[in-house]
């Protein structure tokens, strides 16, 4: 894992300062992040000397190009494309594909906890000539809610060996972090795969209003019928958000973390 600081804006030049702010919110204000880059690639075991040489080739390309750097004003690529997460990730990969002598299978950039991108290499021409790349963007939320693992078929003896504490009749609860991840092609104006307004905007309606500060066995169907395990939240959210994704932009992972030891995953 690598670390950068840098800062950025998302403004497009053919917009005014009311159209940028409309698509990209508080981005398209002058801000910065403390960037992490996770870097994966493929190579032989048991070469030290040769994982530190790319550990630090990696670390001078982060440090030399995008460190302390406003990256839209400082950087040549990104004078030309919107230093968003998916185009950090895409720029990297393909950087590091050719100075290094090993092959990049991915590199993930996360702005923050609550946002990241990651670039495996795909990408295909397009009939104009552009080329288009696929990119999986994750968004964190989190949400607090209260549950019972308890079965009404089976007595509290049974509910109590099946689920231990979980079955305590006054519930019990938790603020969980939901991770959405979707996958689609890089918009080349916005450099995004999908409006994080539209996203925030969707997960809102269809899963935190409906979930958060909810006591779910009793407020929230199915879970009155079926056990609110993590399990199960994840295919009710996994069905509520699929219908609204497209061919562009489809729905790839979600996961939902109960607490910081586990975690429970839905992947397309």
Known sequence: ???????????????????????????????????RVWVEYAASAGAPAQREQIAQQVQNLINTELDHRCLNLEHP???QHLPTTENLAIYLWHTLSQQLSVPI?????????MLASAYRGESHQLPSGRDAYTVELTRAYIFSAAHRLYQSSLSEEENRA???KCANPYGHG???RLEITVRGQVDPITGMVISLA???ALVQK??????????????????????????????????????????????SR???????????????
Do not use: C
């Open 1 to 35: 894992m690598f670390a950068f600081e840098a800062s950025h804006f998302y403004r497009l030049p053919h917009l005014s300062e009311s159209e940028n702010a409309q698509i990209f919110g508080k981005a398209a204000r002058h801000h910065g992040h403390n960037y």
């Open 77 to 79: 690529y990104f004078q």
């Open 105 to 113: 299978e991915k590199v993930e950039v996360f702005e923050s906890d």
């Open 162 to 164: 099946l689920f231990g």
């Open 174 to 176: 938790h603020d969980y």
């Open 198 to 200: 539209d996203l925030d």
């Open 206 to 251: 269809e899963v935190l209003e409906v979930l958060d500060h909810r006591y779910l066995n009793e407020e929230v169907p199915p879970f009155d019928q079926i056990p609110p395990t993590s399990e199960n939240i994840v295919m009710f959210i996994v069905e509520r958000l699929r219908p609204h994704f497209q061919e562009r932009v489809q729905l």
């Open 254 to 268: 979600v996961r939902l973390h109960e607490t910081p030891r586990s975690y429970f995953e839905w992947s397309a």
